[in-house]
Nanobody, 111 residues
Framework: QVQLVESGGGLVQFGGSLRLSCVAS????????INWYRQGPGKERELVAS???????NYADSVKGRFAISRDNAKDTVFLQMNNLVPEDTAQYLC?????WGQGTQVTVSS
């Protein structure tokens, strides 16, 4: 059974940083694109960042230049480094691999 477990969320002040992790089990991630989504209060789920099996990355316009996605295939782990956080980044952040979703990790940015 494939599982994704996110961690690293928390409460951070305006301008702060957090590093999220997504650890996969039951699958080797190296052939797959991995996505980070987020869903803020009262908002639709949106794609934040993606990384392909070759390491090509893609970002939502709202996070370009502030967030960086990376992967460690040897550890079946994907990371999301988030810098210069703003209150609008407050959301549940979820990891996605094909049809599998993690339970999410909450990020709250105070103003």
């Amino acid at each position: 059974q494939v599982q994704l477990v996110e961690s690293g969320g928390g409460l951070v002040q305006f301008g702060g940083s957090l590093r999220l992790s997504c650890v996969a089990s039951g699958i080797l991630i190296h052939p797959f694109t991995i996505n980070w989504y987020r869903q803020g209060p009262g908002k639709e789920r949106e794609l934040v960042a993606s990384i392909t099996n070759s390491g090509r990355t893609n970002y939502a316009d709202s996070v370009k230049g502030r967030f960086a996605i990376s992967r460690d295939n040897a550890k079946d782990t994907v990371f999301l480094q988030m810098n210069n956080l703003v209150p609008e980044d407050t959301a549940q952040y979820l990891c996605n691999l094909r049809y599998t979703w993690g339970q999410g990790t909450q990020v709250t940015v105070s103003s």
